[in-house]
């Protein structure tokens, strides 16, 4: 039995900067890395105050601090704690070696989000989409997004799909899509504890997803474990809908009753900031996002984009 502690706070849901250094083109990436070197070069014993992000101001125009900009602020100053000047000539080529690893491995983490995250052009990227914007998108488009989707999901690897769920809230609900559309379930504990955290925004819609596509009864455990500590919570407007949208999909599936106990009169559903969804709409908004990953999965698109629901 899954357990979650009562806590005497919400847990913090951060929402981070639409322009992030980790979505940036290499190149622009790479310039904003050097200028920010450039400009801790030129300050006392190479320090930077932790809450003051202007230097950023050049490369992101943003001031906000987030634990994006701080885990910046932790690979430039790792980076930067050992000035190459200050080493002896011994030392200076392992230094740059270093050096050189560390980018190799930044510009394969990036390489992983541009691939898997934000692929392709225009503004509205995948991982926009994949809030359910994709579901009203013309047949056409509809049919090569899922398409694009289900590629990746089968070739990308589980160490990838482990860093994407370490980085932010973009990367986290591409990822729980991922693993669902090709139910890895041994990621199912990872999911699930992130489901029960819900310390980011958006993401929390992905791992009902990936929990409603295993279908298993340890995805309605986790399920209803959040239900039961977020529902009672009149300050927590998390992933309530899309968790009961998931268990209603998985009771219709498996032929189960787990989310009659929330529905009854006067139940938990009733009594959270839920109360005026419709849970029946729950539950086609998870249908309907479980028979596309089906048909994605399956090479049956088309199919699906003519029966599908556009209203």
Same mark, same amino acid.
């Given at each position: 039995?899954?357990?979650?502690?009562?806590?005497?706070?919400?847990?913090?849901?951060?929402?981070?900067?639409?322009?992030?250094?980790?979505?940036?083109?290499?190149?622009?990436?790479?310039?904003?890395?050097?200028?920010?070197?450039?400009?801790?070069?030129?300050?006392?014993?190479?320090?930077?105050?932790?809450?003051?992000?202007?230097?950023?101001?050049?490369?992101?125009?943003?001031?906000?601090?987030?634990?994006?900009?701080?885990?910046?602020?932790?690979?430039?100053?790792?980076?930067?704690?050992?000035?190459?000047?200050?080493?002896?000539?011994?030392?200076?080529?392992?230094?740059?070696?270093?050096?050189?690893?560390?980018?190799?491995?930044?510009?394969?983490?990036?390489?992983?989000?541009?691939?898997?995250?934000?692929?392709?052009?225009?503004?509205?990227?995948?991982?926009?989409?994949?809030?359910?914007?994709?579901?009203?998108?013309?047949?056409?488009?509809?049919?090569?997004?899922?398409?694009?989707?289900?590629?990746?999901?089968? *070739?990308? +690897? $589980?160490?990838?799909?482990?860093?994407?769920?370490?980085? @932010?809230?973009? #990367?986290?609900? !591409? /990822? %729980?899509?991922?693993?669902?559309?090709?139910?890895?379930?041994?990621?199912?504990?990872?999911?699930?504890?992130?489901?029960?955290?819900?310390?980011?925004?958006?993401?929390?819609?992905?791992?009902?997803?990936?929990?409603?596509?295993?279908?298993?009864?340890?995805?309605?455990?986790?399920?209803?474990?959040?239900?039961?500590?977020?529902?009672?919570?009149?300050?927590?407007?998390?992933?309530?809908?899309?968790?009961?949208?998931?268990?209603?999909?998985?009771?219709?599936?498996?032929?189960?009753?787990?989310?009659?106990?929330?529905?009854?009169?006067?139940?938990?559903?009733?009594?959270?900031?839920? *109360?005026? +969804? $419709?849970?029946?709409?729950?539950?086609?908004?998870?249908? @309907?996002?479980? #028979?596309?990953? !089906? /048909? %994605?999965?399956?090479?049956?698109?088309?199919?699906?984009?003519?029966?599908?629901?556009?209203?």
């Amino acid at each position: 039995m899954i357990t979650f502690p009562v806590e005497a706070r919400p847990p913090p849901r951060f929402h981070q900067p639409e322009f992030s250094h980790i979505a940036m083109h290499p190149g622009k990436r790479e310039r904003l890395y050097n200028e920010i070197h450039h400009h801790l070069s030129a300050r006392p014993q190479m320090e930077i105050t932790r809450h003051c992000p202007t230097i950023l101001t050049g490369g992101s125009q943003r001031t906000q601090t987030t634990d994006t900009f701080h885990t910046l602020w932790t690979t430039l100053l790792d980076n930067a704690s050992s000035p190459r000047s200050e080493l002896p000539l011994g030392r200076q080529r392992g230094h740059d070696a270093h050096m050189r690893l560390r980018l190799l491995l930044q510009s394969k983490q990036t390489a992983t989000i541009h691939r898997y995250v934000t692929p392709g052009r225009g503004s509205v990227r995948r991982y926009m989409k994949l809030l359910g914007g994709f579901l009203y998108l013309p047949d056409r488009e509809a049919v090569h997004f899922g398409r694009a989707l289900a590629r990746d999901a089968r *070739r990308i +690897t $589980d160490q990838e799909l482990e860093f994407l769920l370490s980085v @932010e809230w973009r #990367a986290r609900l !591409t /990822a %729980a899509w991922l693993i669902g559309l090709d139910r890895r379930t041994q990621f199912r504990e990872h999911l699930g504890r992130l489901l029960l955290e819900s310390d980011l925004v958006h993401a929390g819609s992905g791992y009902c997803f990936a929990l409603a596509r295993f279908a298993e009864p340890q995805d309605t455990e986790i399920l209803t474990a959040y239900l039961d500590h977020y529902l009672p919570r009149l300050d927590c407007h998390y992933d309530q809908d899309h968790a009961l949208g998931a268990l209603l999909h998985l009771d219709a599936r498996n032929n189960t009753h787990h989310a009659a106990r929330y529905l009854i009169p006067n139940g938990l559903w009733s009594q959270s900031t839920w *109360r005026d +969804t $419709d849970p029946a709409k729950c539950k086609s908004n998870m249908d @309907e996002r479980c #028979a596309f990953a !089906t /048909a %994605a999965m399956s090479k049956t698109l088309p199919g699906w984009a003519a029966g599908r629901r556009k209203t």
